[in-house]
């Protein structure tokens, strides 16, 4: 036997990802609660289960937690506080994938508050129809997105045939039955600019001005489709309505609640499972044209409107019928299910029809329902005793639980409590005024005068007001006098004792000041006492919901300034609560006593109180205090600290996050009992201390003002030389900071004391901001000057002194600072320590160096002996730009307004990365500015994004557009499979993204530490399955896009309606997002041109026999980012984990996302990816937080092959009938040049293209849906424009680079300007050896980021400095394998002496079928990389082949 309240929670803690449970009054506990307890030791399922107390907002946890979730449950009895704080967040909640399961008893009065507010309500009578309705309830919810209320009741027991555990998971994203277009904001190309998950309005469907009779069919179909997926599952009817009884009935009963069965002729009954949607048809479709009467039957204890929405559903639907076939409908309430029976029914008929509503029973029977008491745990009579044993009479409980059979549940609310006490105050300065004009009437007798007076003076006297109130009372009913006056003061004899009022309530009320009312109390300035008890056990403390913080109501009311607070516990100290609630009785406003009293539950032994209370007091996390705002008023010390332990220890305590640190915080004026309780030697030692400082400190002031001046392009230099500065500043010298190039040889003559900090850059250059005075400094010194007669420096240089391994190279190690050293030197400089080298290699990279220079520094100026205890500041990272960020907003809008520079700033560039921009300046003329004293060249780089790949031709058509009237007049097709333009200046950047905007695009998340473009296969011959794989993309792209309303405010100029009233959220990244860059890609095999392995997440689609796609494997840890010199970092190819269903694989995209937000390295951003997080983890591991948060494991992954990663060139035919053609687009650069306008002719087919283009990630284009009568015009146009010339070697066509110079910024050499050059030399080789047609994959990059994903190309070149780079074989060619680095510093002349014997060897010794990565490998030139952490080992070469041999 199972209840029904067993049943609901099975089904929500197995299918939730998050549950909240809510919890009842105490002492009682949540039975689902109970539920969750033994199903966490028989379940392998762990959900999140979060705790909402009766008094707390349930709505903000599910609002903060629903929209990260696939699927999330609220758990809870139908209590009205409860219901109404969920309808205050029903338009928000109402489009989250969120079931709420609230436990009804015999009234459905509360629960139907929410019927208008959700989009599906769901009701359940018996524990199988529960346990039915809650699956289908979890499979609705999370399949829709849409909110879910399902009613359900709980006193009876009965047999349940329950799902098995295995089995709920794969029934909740199995796949959908049926299609319905247009629902859940899924209606677009891209979407809508990036919000494919346009959020729902009330009624969940799609916030379109529709019909309410569509938008109820639009949900019937939801529910529809829901509910056959869950009966084909559990083999049971899931019917909306159920009809038994007459075929041809004269009356129908439409009944909502715990209704027995009826059988009585001419009768049918209508049982509702589904309330809302219900659309007309369906009510109409149970209802024959024989029935002249309609009965709704519904159990409520009470309805407070005429009407309930059953009843006017049905008279929306009857009305849609002609008048004359519209039946009587009669509403008719009930409370007890014994009072439905046949003679009941048969008099409801005998009856005259009624238009006002019938309550079934007598008037007895509503009081019946009278409500029940609440019962106080017995802990807290130790609070209510001291108050009764302090005040006795005078006490009045303004919310006491007695209240409660007379007033209703609401009496024990903090409002009504405040509404009372209100009253009372009102009636009683009434009686003050009406004693008072009763003294002025000359008729009454002395003695009734005299005590008039008397009353008046003691009426605030606790004692007195009582006695000659009495004595007044007696002598006004014995007078003989007869006045109104009298009358109304004998009306109000209840007022003349002055009474102690208080409100007393849990800490609940703690969580939300304002909704729980608490708030008015403490600003309405009557003369109230609150008594809050937190019962919450100190060794309990981290157990409840982090997010929801309880409110420091203490803090709270003390920001007010003239609140009594004091913060008790009695079993602490019995005293300290006596002399605050007699305080909080003195004062003359409101109190507020917080009362500490921890108990786990009403069976807790008296003991085990007190240990609590001594733990949370004396470690300071309930402190004990008084606050009086009385005395600092009157010039006295207002706060008061009781706490002993916390005396003792008043630092450490300060130090602590605790109710008194926040007090602090906000009224720094400390007692001065407080510190005297220090001791007279802690204040000696303290003042000892601070005159050494202070001593250390003039001697410093002597010193010399001490210059740091810094070169730096990366920004290590930069934060070395500003540690310096800020140190220097910390000890008493005078610093100052600027960059190298800030000062001029006249300027840097008239210094004392300069400290230069200088990283390399290219083959021993300076940096870019110090290459101009180094150029002075040379040019002075080959004039013979000496003008540095007065100048003491000191360098401090920065290289890597693997970074050039070979001998002839090793004095590129450090050579700027090494020559400026020298060179200062030269001009009359004098050395005031010696130079100062940092090697990346050492220990502790370049902090090891910097140890044993700064020391030095120090000596030179006389601070070396200073300690400095000061923490320095941190450095601001990405980490704090983006949680400082406001989602992503910054000061770019301010920026982009700014017209006196073509920049932004600099914390702005990292955040115009997520809206799919970059700022970059013009390398090929940066230092022609410098000399000229302006500002680089700045432009920027935009990045559309474009899921999948693939665009109409008018969005083609549009980018042509912009890349003439806002970029450089060519765009980009990148390695990500979209549209990229350069040159775009400032004021040029709003319009472009608008006129992208314009075409259904958008740059939102094309870049930054988010998801990026979702790419997939081109496929050109199975249209079907690339139709189909596309869509998945456009789906996963949708699903983790960011939800940041910044980029349509700044872009778009989409303002928010409530200002700042209304809060971003991301749901999915919080406010920090990812560590670093996530990518993920769709591979269909058996062309991995997406280099599947080498993303952080992959699909590799797998075919059933019909050729229909059954889901995919699912590969994890692939990633090319690499730092020259830093063996931290290394290229990795992904592992494939398993096989998910189409249906999944969007969740599981999100939960591998979201293991990597939760897991990933934010310390160091160079080891931040996800192939990192995976190999500090493990595998295993990781994949198994993946399954945890999916619920449910993996399936083994499917057999799947590979052989290539290149694009098929040329037309080919899909199997739908319409033609493709692949074009070959060297680099993927679009542009006319002399012999190929591939960009006027790409514009012209576009104009009469009817398909659409495919972008591919090995930045080619494939015209795609050529219908066979266009075919001739197409292949005209690509003839006129040399488009179909594929008359290129195997080498070339199968090449990449990214762009490199003169616009990125991070190009440490050429790549896509020289690429094309190299292959010209290197084909020649090939075609002498016959290779012209074999196609080796050769890819280049102008730094080791990997853009071009060359560490899984069979040969590589990689960027090191100008015409330097590395190079890397042995990759394999459709991407399953790392090469490795061959050589590390190779110039064009040594790459064509080592690829032309290797090349000709490969054309000789080559075994059928076998590549050229393959080859290298056998013939023993490289090493095979086997995986990410291994690349390093055996790098230079095997054997005869090292680069060692090779040198000598």
Not at 383 to 400: A, C, D, M, P, Q
Not at 605 to 627: C, H, I, N, S
Not at 699 to 727: C, H, I, M, Q, W
Request: proline share 5%; net charge neutral; aromatic share 8%.
């Amino acid at each position: 036997m199972s209840s029904a309240t067993s049943s609901v929670a099975r089904v929500a803690y197995l299918a939730s990802d998050i549950i909240v449970d809510s919890q009842p009054t105490l002492p009682l506990t949540s039975q689902f609660a109970k539920e969750y307890s033994s199903l966490s030791a028989t379940s392998s399922r762990r959900p999140t289960i979060l705790s909402v107390p009766l008094g707390g907002d349930p709505g903000s946890t599910l609002l903060r937690n629903g929209s990260s979730a696939g699927l999330i449950s609220f758990t809870s009895s139908a209590a009205t506080q409860t219901i109404i704080r969920l309808v205050l967040d029903a338009a928000e909640l109402s489009s989250l994938p969120l079931v709420l399961h609230l436990a009804v008893k015999n009234d459905l009065s509360e629960v139907l508050l929410l019927h208008s507010a959700v989009p599906f309500f769901l009701v359940s009578r018996t524990p199988q129809q529960a346990h039915d309705n809650s699956l289908l309830a979890s499979r609705l919810a999370r399949t829709e997105k849409k909110a879910v209320v399902h009613a359900f009741y709980d006193a009876k027991s009965d047999s349940v045939e329950e799902i098995p555990e295995s089995e709920v998971q794969p029934f909740l994203l199995s796949e959908k039955f049926g299609s319905t277009n247009g629902v859940n904001g899924h209606n677009g190309a891209n979407g809508n600019n990036g919000h494919a998950h346009a959020a729902n309005g009330t009624n969940g469907v799609n916030g379109h001005s529709a019909t309410v009779v569509s938008r109820s069919l639009e949900l019937f179909k939801l529910y529809e489709r829901a509910a056959l997926s869950t009966v084909v599952r559990i083999r049971r009817a899931c019917s909306p309505l159920s009809v038994h009884g007459s075929n041809k009935p004269h009356t129908v009963i439409f009944g909502l609640g715990d209704i027995p069965s009826v059988d009585i002729d001419g009768v049918s009954v209508v049982s509702l499972s589904l309330l809302t949607p219900l659309p007309p048809s369906r009510i109409l479709d149970v209802i024959p044209s024989s029935a002249s009467r309609i009965i709704i039957l519904e159990q409520l204890h009470r309805w407070n409107t005429k009407w309930t929405p059953l009843y006017l559903e049905l008279v929306d639907a009857i009305h849609q019928r002609e008048v004359e076939q519209r039946p009587h409908i009669q509403s008719v309430y009930f409370s007890d299910p014994a009072q439905v029976i046949p003679l009941t029914i048969l008099k409801l008929l005998q009856a005259a029809p009624s238009s006002a509503p019938i309550h079934l029973g007598s008037a007895s029977t509503s009081s019946l329902l009278s409500p029940e008491v609440p019962h106080i745990p017995k802990h807290e009579s130790s609070y209510t005793k001291i108050l009764s044993h302090v005040f006795g009479e005078r006490l009045e409980v303004s919310n006491s639980p007695a209240l409660v059979l007379k007033q209703g549940a609401i009496a024990t609310s903090p409002e009504f409590a405040l509404g009372r006490v209100r009253g009372q105050l009102d009636q009683r300065n009434e009686l003050i005024r009406s004693v008072q004009k009763l003294l002025e009437v000359k008729e009454i007798s002395p003695g009734l005068h005299k005590l008039c007076s008397q009353w008046v003076l003691v009426k605030d006297d606790d004692t007195k007001s009582r006695s000659v109130g009495k004595d007044l009372i007696t002598a006004l009913e014995s007078s003989k006098f007869s006045s109104p006056i009298i009358d109304r003061i004998l009306a109000l004899r209840a007022h003349f004792p002055t009474r102690s009022r208080w409100i007393i309530g849990s800490d609940a009320w703690s969580y939300d000041l304002g909704a729980s009312g608490l708030h008015h109390a403490i600003a309405s300035g009557l003369n109230i006492n609150i008594l809050i008890i937190d019962t919450l056990p100190y060794t309990s403390r981290n157990s409840a919901d982090p997010h929801r913080r309880k409110q420091d109501a203490g803090l709270y009311a003390m920001n007010h300034g003239d609140i009594y607070v004091a913060s008790v516990a009695v079993y602490s100290s019995y005293a300290q609560v006596l002399q605050a609630v007699m305080e909080a009785d003195r004062h003359k406003g409101p109190s507020v006593v917080l009362a500490y009293l921890p108990y786990q539950n009403e069976d807790a032994p008296a003991l085990d109180v007190l240990k609590e209370t001594k733990l949370a007091v004396d470690a300071g996390y309930w402190p004990l205090y008084r606050w009086d705002p009385v005395k600092e008023a009157q010039g006295k010390e207002p706060f008061a600290l009781d706490s002993d332990a916390v005396k003792n220890d008043l630092q450490q305590f300060l130090d602590r996050q605790n109710h008194l640190s926040q007090l602090v915080r906000s009224k720094p004026e400390l007692a001065t009992e407080l510190v005297s309780s220090l001791g007279e030697n802690v204040k000696e030692a303290r003042k000892r201390k601070a005159q050494q400082a202070y001593d250390d400190l003039v001697v410093s002031l002597d010193a010399p003002p001490l210059v740091v001046l810094y070169a730096s392009d990366g920004g290590t230099a930069e934060k070395f030389a500003k540690r310096l500065a800020n140190r220097g500043k910390a000890r008493g010298l005078s610093t100052s900071i600027g960059t190298i190039d800030s000062m001029s040889i006249d300027t840097l003559s008239q210094e004392e004391y300069v400290a230069f900090v200088t990283s390399v850059a290219g083959q021993g250059e300076p940096p870019q901001n110090g290459r101009t005075l180094f150029k002075a400094l040379n040019a002075a010194a080959l004039r013979g000057e000496k003008p540095f007669s007065k100048l003491r420096y000191s360098v401090f240089a920065l290289g890597d002194s693997h970074y050039w391994p070979r001998p002839e190279d090793a004095h590129y190690y450090n050579k700027p600072g090494k020559d400026l050293d020298a060179r200062l030197e030269q001009l009359g400089g004098e050395r005031f320590a010696d130079i100062g080298l940092a090697d990346d290699q050492d220990a502790d990279g370049p902090d090891t160096g910097y140890k044993v220079w700064e020391p030095l520094v120090w000596k030179t100026f006389g601070v070396d002996n200073i300690e400095v205890k000061e923490a320095e500041p941190d450095p601001i990272t990405n980490e704090h730009i983006k949680a400082a960020s406001g989602y992503l907003r910054g000061t770019i809008a301010e920026g982009l307004e700014d017209t006196s520079t073509g920049a932004l700033d600099p914390s702005d560039t990292q955040l115009t990365k997520f809206h799919g921009i970059y700022q970059q300046d013009d390398r090929d003329i940066r230092d022609e500015r410098q000399a000229q004293g302006v500002e680089p060249a700045y432009s920027f780089m935009i990045r559309v994004r474009t899921p999948g790949g693939v665009c109409t031709s008018e969005q083609w058509l549009q980018m042509d557009r912009i890349a003439d009237e806002h970029g450089n007049g060519t765009f980009k097709i990148t390695t990500r499979a979209t549209f990229q333009f350069h040159g775009v200046i400032k004021r040029h950047l709003k319009p472009s993204i608008q006129e992208i905007n314009k075409v259904l695009l958008d740059t939102l998340a094309a870049c930054g530490d988010v998801n990026r473009n979702v790419i997939c296969s081109a496929i050109p011959s199975l249209s079907r399955l690339h139709a189909q794989v596309y869509s998945f993309a456009k789906l996963v792209s949708a699903h983790l896009l960011p939800r940041t309303t910044a980029y349509h405010e700044i872009w778009l100029d989409k303002k928010l309606v409530a200002g700042e009233a209304v809060k971003d959220f991301e749901p999915l990244y919080g406010e920090f997002y990812l560590p670093r860059k996530f990518k993920i890609a769709v591979a269909v095999p058996p062309t991995n041109d997406v280099d599947v392995f080498a993303n952080d997440l992959g699909f590799i689609a797998i075919v059933n026999e019909q050729g229909e796609l059954a889901g995919f494997n699912v590969s994890i840890g692939g990633g090319m980012g690499v730092t020259h010199g830093n063996k931290k970092t290394y290229p990795r190819v992904a592992d494939v984990i398993g096989f998910c269903t189409v249906e999944q694989g969007p969740i599981v995209a999100e939960k591998v996302m979201l293991t990597q937000r939760d897991n990933g390295n934010r310390a160091d951003r160079k080891n931040a990816r996800l192939k990192y997080t995976i190999d500090r983890m493990g595998l295993d591991v990781f994949k198994a937080e993946v399954e945890s948060r999916l619920g449910y494991p993996l399936a083994p992954a499917r057999p799947y092959t590979f052989d290539r990663n290149i694009d098929d060139f040329g037309w080919s035919t899909g199997d739908d009938g319409r033609h493709h053609v692949m074009l070959f687009i060297e680099n993927g650069r679009i542009q006319d040049e002399p012999e190929r306008d591939f960009k006027t002719g790409l514009r012209e087919i576009a104009k009469i293209h009817k398909g659409t283009f495919r972008l591919t990630a090995n930045q080619h284009i494939m015209i795609s849906e050529i219908a066979t009568e266009d075919v001739p015009e197409i292949k005209r146009i690509l003839a006129k424009y040399k488009l179909d010339n594929l008359n290129h070697t195997g080498l070339r066509l199968s090449s990449s680079a990214c762009v490199a110079f003169p616009t990125c910024g991070l190009a440490m050499a050429e790549s896509e300007r020289y690429l094309p050059v190299l292959i010209d030399k290197v084909e020649k080789i090939c075609e002498e050896n016959g290779l012209r047609n074999d196609s080796i994959v050769m890819r280049m990059t102008g730094c080791p980021n990997g853009c071009a994903r060359p560490y899984v190309a069979e040969v590589a070149f990689v960027g090191k400095a100008p015409g330097s780079y590395s190079m890397l074989l042995g990759g394999g060619y459709y991407g399953q394998r790392l090469n490795k680095i061959y050589r590390e510093t190779v110039s064009e002349p040594e790459i064509l002496a080592i690829l032309k014997p290797m090349i000709k060897r490969y054309a000789l010794e080559r075994i059928e079928g076998e590549h050229f990565g393959d080859f290298v490998i056998r013939a023993g030139y490289i090493a095979p990389t086997t995986s990410g952490k291994e690349w390093y080992e055996h790098m230079g070469g095997e054997g005869q082949y090292r680069e060692a041999a090779a040198a000598a």
